[in-house]
C-alpha cells in the first residue's frame, strides 16, 4: 500500500515506502473524516491540495528533514518530532519534502461548510507547521484512542471535539475568538429538546438536530444548553442513556448487549465502557447487585 492523502488531488513521489493505515472513521456525510496512520519511507516529495481544512497531529517518530512551502515560500525546514501539529486550510497547495520518515500520525479532514461555532475562522487562516497546544494534543489523542478500542464515537462528541479543536487552532495564529452569548435555555425550549434526546435516545444524535430542535444557531445553543445543564450536549446525552441502563438493568431480564444496542451504543464493549467509567462499575456487577440470582 502507497501513502496517499484520504482526500484531495496531486502527486506524491516516494522511495522506498512502507505504509499502514491504523484506524479511519468519518462523520456526518464524510464532513469530518479521522485518519490514523503509520507512514516511513526513505525520501518523499508531495504536492497536495484538498477540499478540507487538514490538522495533523504527530503521534510518534521522527525525520531527518521536514521542509514544507507555500505560495512558493518555505514554511518550515527542520525535523518532525512527536507532539507537534500542522494546519492546512481547505484548497491551499502545500508542497513537503521528507526524508528519513519513520512517522505515526492523526489526522482530521474538516469540511469548511461544516457549521459548527469557530470554524468559519479556519478559512483565513495561512498554512502553520509544527506548532504546539496541549488541548489539541489531548483532544486528537482521546480519539485515537477510543477508535483503537474499536469504539466509533457518536456524531454530537466529534462535533464538540472539532469545534473545540477549530477555536484552539485560531488561537495559535492570534486569531479573534467568536463572542460568547450568556444566558440559559428558556424552561419551553429546554424541554423541547429533552423531549427529543429521550424519544431519539437509539439513534446517532448530533449537536446540529438538537440545536435545530432549539431553533437556535449551534454555538449559541450549545453554550446555552450546558449553562442550563452544567453539562455540554454530548455529555448530557451520555449520561442520558446510562441512566436508562440503570432502570433496565435493574427492573429486567433484557441481555446487556440488547441494551447496548437499544440506547445507542457501538457495541457492548462501548457500553461496558462508558458505563464503568461514569459508574465504576460493570452494568454486569450492577444488576447482581439488584438481581444476585443474574
Known amino acids: 500500500m502507497s501513502f496517499k492523502p484520504l482526500l484531495g488531488d496531486g502527486r506524491i513521489r516516494a522511495r522506498n515506502e512502507e505504509t499502514a493505515s491504523l484506524q479511519t472513521a468519518s462523520w456526518i456525510g464524510s464532513s469530518v473524516v479521522f485518519d490514523s496512520r503509520r507512514w516511513a519511507c526513505q525520501e518523499a516529495e508531495i504536492r497536495w491540495t484538498a477540499p478540507h481544512h487538514l490538522i495533523v497531529l504527530t503521534d510518534g517518530g521522527s525525520t531527518s528533514r521536514t521542509s514544507i512551502r507555500t505560495d512558493g515560500k518555505t514554511l518550515y525546514d527542520g525535523q518532525d518530532r512527536p507532539g507537534v501539529l500542522t494546519f492546512v486550510p481547505a484548497s491551499a497547495e502545500r508542497v513537503g519534502f521528507y526524508r528519513d520518515v519513520d512517522l505515526s500520525y492523526s489526522a ?3 469540511d469548511p461548510e461544516l457549521a459548527l461555532p469557530g470554524l468559519e475562522l479556519l478559512r483565513d487562516m495561512p ?3 509544527n506548532r504546539s497546544d496541549a488541548v489539541i494534543g489531548t483532544l486528537l489523542r482521546s480519539l485515537r484512542t477510543e477508535m483503537s478500542l474499536g469504539h466509533v464515537p457518536e456524531t454530537v462528541y466529534v ?3 472539532v469545534a473545540l479543536i477549530g477555536l484552539r487552532m485560531t488561537s495559535l495564529e492570534g486569531s479573534p475568538r467568536l463572542a460568547a452569548s450568556r ?3 428558556s424552561r419551553r425550549k429546554f424541554e423541547r429538546v429533552r423531549d427529543y434526546i429521550e424519544a431519539n435516545i437509539a439513534s446517532d444524535i448530533s449537536l446540529s438536530e438538537v440545536a435545530a430542535i432549539a431553533g437556535m444557531p449551534l454555538d449559541t445553543f450549545a453554550r446555552r444548553f450546558k449553562e442550563t445543564t452544567g453539562r455540554p ?6 449520561e442520558e442513556r446510562i441512566r436508562r ?3 433496565l438493568l435493574r427492573e429486567t431480564g433484557m441481555a446487556i448487549g440488547a ?3 437499544r440506547l445507542g451504543f457501538s457495541s457492548q464493549s462501548h457500553f461496558t465502557t462508558t458505563f464503568r467509567r461514569l459508574k465504576g462499575i460493570t452494568p454486569r456487577a450492577y444488576r447482581l447487585q439488584f438481581s444476585p440470582e443474574s
Open 233 to 238: 450536549p454530548y455529555a448530557y446525552i451520555l
Open 183 to 185: 444566558g440559559r435555555l
Open 127 to 129: 498554512v502553520l507547521v
Open 108 to 110: 482530521v479532514w474538516i
Open 245 to 247: 441502563a440503570e432502570l
Open 159 to 161: 462535533e464538540h471535539l
Open 259 to 261: 441494551i447496548a444496542f
